[in-house]
Structure formats: structure tokens, C-alpha cells
């Protein structure tokens, strides 16, 4: 079946929400193809390969940071290498969304995997850390890319209340690739070269990009390609990078390499708010196809979704670097060691997503799971601030399990919430937008933090009256206070190692989790306020059914009878008239 212009689609109950403007620019290929179940599994495992590859990356990377950060001798500049993946992984999010409307799903998701697989490539090729931080930025564009696509294409080939329980699965492997990622990275520090580190995912990687090219069964779109990049909003994307980009590297540097009050940290941050109005402007009164239609923003559940996501971002990665870190510096666990008793938080929310799917995809409803996600949520990261060093480790795990069931019940459910609130031709740009402000959630996490937990060092560290490099070593290292050798070459005493453990270190960690249970706690209320139900039927899912199966029939007709063609004259000669070709599904 050809492709079609979009055209009007039924829309999804509103119930009082501001309904978009009928003038939305260039008519883009709709790429809805709700697929049988036989193609669906196919569509599922390819994705979940590449979500598998990102997800793995991320955390494998942030494993072996402190080996790779030895290698090169590099100290705090050590932390501009996840956050420069981080921050072109942010960035690139909505540009994706918008790519695969214009060239089509399989062109973006390629694309995606394929500039991951040079950037990750030459970052193992690395010979100084300037060179690594630059290589994984690149790395990063591919990554923002990879993680967007996988929701925006399910959404191409299910029905939204089919959805739930097939985002699950996909969730549960990147959920896995989170579980198993610090035991792999953690084996490569202590065992490995670091640049393995960079190496090990790209045969999957590989792998995962070819069963996209060669076994997606997605629809293509239509027009040139010299009418495509005419589409594309130039001024919208450089716009978007800039204020990333100077939204987020004051906060990279602030605290660390320049004071929170200096012109260099306060400077960029202004001016990247500037550019998000500026941003703003020209998407609603100037852009032809705007790379975030800000209509999208008059949904309430659209922007209640988006709020309690940046905070399931900031609090998840969050968590998921500092629990970790927390097992090593307090409680003394090797990098393995640490990244297997993270282990119960990961299982939960892997069990959570599954199971919040098929309740959604059983029942239609969405709301009470998100509500209870979000009340866990708070709940669990509330106590886990009384971690401390005496505390056991089945306490631990009971808090951790609780707190990923909160986080895997509201990642899924949201996303179907914010795609029912739109029409078809949206939910692409929806879906991206979603991811980009998690991942913002998720970049803005980890300064955040590093700010709490260093400052409470830091004021622990000046009451004992050390000197401001003892201080610094250990802000950039604080696991040298486990080390009783390590922690005497810097001019510290067990006893005083001790107290800069419970009286700051472990204070700074009670900090990030008042944060974090504020922060969940106001999602829960948000989610109670803003997010509406909608009714995940939309009227033609039967009709759009009835296509896809059509469409891959006539597919599989004209494959066989241009194999009958081709062996036929060959067998006799080339000299035989062809009859009528029998349908295989006439002839059965």
C-alpha cells in the first residue's frame, strides 16, 4: 500500500481541552500502520536491541568513569564526559521527533544508530580526555536520537490501548540494560582496558541497525528529498541547541570549575533562558513547521505529563548514579559489587512497567497507576534518606524495590496519557518532547546533586580546618576516605576520615533525597491536578488494521511473483509468455 498525505484523523476525547489550530503547515506522510501481532513482535525486538545499545552505553560508561578518569589523569574534567552525552542526548531529542516525520522512521532511527556507532567508535580511540569528551558528544546525538524513535514507532504500529503493555516490554530491556550495565562496566574498570568500556556495545549496535533497515515493516513517506530538507526548521534547531547548551554547561561548571556567583556560570544560564523565549516566539508566529508546535502546550495532560516526567527523570538518573556511589564510598562495595546490589531498584521498575501496561492495555485506564506510581515514589525516596552506614542491607533493598516499582509504574502510563491527548500526526513530536525534558530532568540531576553532596563535604572538611587541596581531592574522589592509605597520602587521619563520612558525605546524601522526595511529591500533586483521563479509542483502529494486513499481503504477492518472473524464462529459455500470477493468499 502507497503512502498517503495526512489527512483530518478522528481525534481523541478532549473534555474541555483547547483544541489545535486546523492550520499546521506542510502536509507531512501519515506513518500510522497499527500492524499484526506476528509483525508487531518483529517491530518490538529490532527496538529493543537499540534501546538495549543506549541504555547499556550510558551506564556501562558511568561504571568505568573513575578508571577512565585515572587514565588520563583528568580529575574533575572527568565529569564533562557523561555530561557532554548527556547534554547533545538532551538536545537532539526534539529535532528526531521532527526528522522522522519527514524522512520517515527507519532514515531516523539509522541515522541515529549509525553517528552512535562512529562517536563511540573513535571515543575508544581516545588519546587525551579533550578528545574522549568530544567523541561522546557525538556519541550523544546518536543516543537522543535511538531512545526517542522506540516510543515514536511503537505508537506508529499499535493502537494506544494496545501501547501500554508493548512500551512495557521495551522499558523492561532498557530496564535490563540499566541492571546488568554496572556489573559489565564495573568488570571492564577492574579487569579490562577502558576503552572496552566504549567498544562493548557496538556488534549489538551493528546488529540492532540492520534488523531496522532490513526487517521494519514501516511505512515510507512521500516527496523529494530537496522538499524534505526545505521542511526541516533550521532557526528552531540551532535555537534548541543553543539553549541546551547554555542552559547546561553553567550548570556542568558551577560549584565545580567556576563559583555558583561567577559572570562565566550566571552569563550562559541568562542567556540561555533568553533563547528559549526567543525559541518560543518563533516557533508559534514564524516557523512553518515548527519543531515543537507550542499548541501542544494548551493540553493540560500534555503539560502535566511533561512536568511529572522531568521529575521521573531528574530523580531516576539521579538514583541511579548515586546509590552506587553511596555503596562505594560508605559502605566500602567494590564498583561490581555496588553495581549488583542497585540490582532490586532496576528489577522492580522492570516488573512495574510490564505490569502497569497490562493493566493499561486491560482496562483503558491510566490515572490510578500514575497516581500510586508517584505517591511510592515519594514515599520510597523519603526513607531511603536514612541510609547511613549502619543500615542493613535488606532495609536497603526493601526501600530500593519499592522506589523502582514508583518509577517503572509512572514511565509507560505517561506516555500513553500525553498520546491520547493528541492527534496522530502530533504524537511523534508529543513523544519526543517527553523524552527530551525526562533526559533534561536527567542532565540537570546530576550537577544538582554533585552541588548538595559537595557542599556538605565541603563544609565538614573546612570545620576540620583541611587544606583546599586535601578538600579537592576529595570532592573528586571521595572514595579515597574508604582507602586508609589513599586518604593518609592526602593529610587525613582515619579518625577525621570518619567524620567527613557521616557528618558530610552521608549528610549530602540525605540532602539529594529530600530533594528528590520533594520533587516526587510534587509530581504525585501535579499528576492529581493536571492529568485528565482520555479514551484510548479512537474510532478507525479496525479500519487502520484491516490496511496494514492488506498492505503487507499485496507486499508478499508482488515478492512472488517477481521471483516467478525471474525463474521461469530461465528455466525455459527466456522464451515463455507469463499467465496471470496466482495470489498466495487466493491460491490458499
Known amino acids: 500500500m502507497s503512502s498517503v498525505t495526512a489527512s483530518p484523523q478522528p481525534a481523541a476525547i478532549d473534555h474541555g481541552e483547547t483544541a489545535q489550530p486546523k492550520d499546521v503547515g506542510p502536509q507531512l506522510t501519515d506513518q500510522t500502520n497499527l500492524l499484526p501481532r506476528r509483525q508487531v513482535i518483529i517491530v518490538l525486538l529490532a527496538l529493543s536491541l537499540c534501546n538495549l545499545v543506549t541504555t547499556l552505553d550510558q551506564v556501562v560508561v558511568s561504571s568505568s568513569l573513575s578508571t577512565v578518569s585515572a587514565a588520563f589523569n583528568a580529575g574533575s574534567v572527568s565529569a564533562w564526559i557523561p555530561a557532554a552525552y548527556l547534554l547533545t542526548s538532551t538536545a537532539f531529542q526534539p529535532l528526531y521527533g521532527r526528522l522522522s516525520d519527514i524522512f520517515g522512521r527507519k532514515a531516523a532511527i539509522a541515522l541515529a544508530m549509525g553517528i552512535y556507532i562512529v562517536g563511540n567508535l573513535i571515543a575508544g580511540f581516545s588519546r587525551s580526555v579533550t578528545q574522549l569528551i568530544v567523541f561522546r558528544a557525538i556519541a550523544g546525538i546518536g543516543d537522543g536520537g535511538a531512545t ?65 533497515v532490513l526487517i521494519l515493516p514501516l511505512k515510507p513517506v512521500q516527496g523529494n528529498m530537496r522538499s524534505k530538507l526545505l521542511m526541516i526548521d533550521y532557526v528552531g534547531v540551532l535555537l534548541t541547541l543553543g539553549a541546551c547548551t547554555m542552559i547546561m554547561l553553567p550548570l556542568v561548571w558551577g560549584g565545580v570549575t567556576f563559583p555558583w556567583n561567577s559572570a562565566i556560570v550566571l552569563g550562559p544560564l541568562c542567556a540561555g533562558i533568553v533563547a528559549i523565549g526567543i525559541f518560543c516566539v518563533w516557533e508559534t508566529k514564524a516557523a512553518k513547521l515548527p519543531l515543537i508546535p507550542m499548541y501542544i502546550f494548551r493540553h493540560m495532560t500534555v503539560v502535566g505529563v511533561y512536568i511529572c516526567m522531568f521529575v521521573n527523570g531528574f530523580v531516576f538518573f539521579s538514583m541511579l548514579f548515586y546509590l552506587p556511589q553511596f555503596f562505594q564510598v560508605i559502605h566500602g562495595y567494590s564498583p561490581t559489587r555496588s553495581g549488583i546490589f542497585i540490582i532490586p531498584f532496576v528489577v522492580s521498575l522492570v516488573f512495574a512497567a510490564i505490569g502497569s501496561g497490562l493493566w493499561l492495555s486491560y482496562t483503558g485506564k491510566y490515572r490510578f497507576i500514575i497516581y500510586f506510581g508517584f505517591a511510592l515514589f515519594a514515599i520510597a525516596c ?9 543500615t542493613s542491607g535488606a532495609v536497603m533493598v526493601v526501600l530500593m524495590l519499592l522506589a523502582g516499582m514508583g518509577a517503572g509504574a509512572t514511565m509507560q502510563t505517561t506516555t500513553v496519557a500525553a498520546q491520547a491527548s493528541v492527534s496522530r500526526k502530533d504524537m511523534a513530536v508529543v513523544s519526543a518532547v517527553r523524552n527530551f525534558l525526562r533526559m533534561l530532568g536527567g542532565a540537570l540531576a546530576l550537577p544538582a546533586s554533585a552541588a548538595l553532596l559537595n557542599n556538605a563535604m565541603r563544609k565538614s572538611m573546612e570545620s576540620l580546618s583541611l587544606s583546599s587541596s586535601t578538600i579537592s581531592s576529595v570532592i573528586d574522589d571521595p572514595s579515597l576516605l574508604q582507602n586508609m592509605t589513599s586518604s593518609s597520602e592526602i593529610g587525613i587521619s582515619a579518625s577525621q576520615a570518619s567524620y567527613i563520612l557521616s557528618n558530610g558525605y552521608n549528610k549530602g546524601f540525605k540532602d539529594v533525597f529530600y530533594l528528590n522526595a520533594s520533587l516526587t511529591t510534587l509530581a504525585f500533586i501535579t499528576a492529581v491536578v493536571m492529568i485528565k483521563h482520555k479514551e484510548l479509542l479512537r474510532g478507525d483502529e479496525d479500519k487502520l488494521k484491516m490496511e496494514a494486513k492488506e498492505a503487507l499481503r499485496i507486499k508478499a504477492d508482488a515478492v512472488i511473483a517477481a521471483d516467478v518472473k525471474q525463474e521461469l524464462p530461465e528455466a525455459r529459455g527466456g522464451d515463455i509468455e507469463m499467465g496471470p500470477v496466482v495470489s498466495l493468499s487466493e491460491s490458499q
Not at 508493548?166 to 564495573?186: L, M, Q
Open 382 to 390: 523519603g526513607c531511603i534518606t536514612i541510609f547511613t552506614a549502619g
Open 148 to 212: 526517542s524513535m522506540v516510543q515514536i514507532v511503537i505508537s506508529d504500529v499499535l493502537s494506544l490501548r494496545d501501547r501500554g503493555k508493548f512500551i512495557g516490554y521495551a522499558g523492561a530491556v532498557t530496564a535490563a540494560g540499566y541492571a546488568i550495565g554496572p556489573i559489565i562496566g564495573g568488570a571492564l574498570a577492574q579487569h579490562v582496558s577502558w576503552r572496552w568500556a566504549f567498544w562493548i556495545t557496538l556488534p549489538v549496535a551493528l546488529f540492532a541497525t540492520a534488523a531496522v
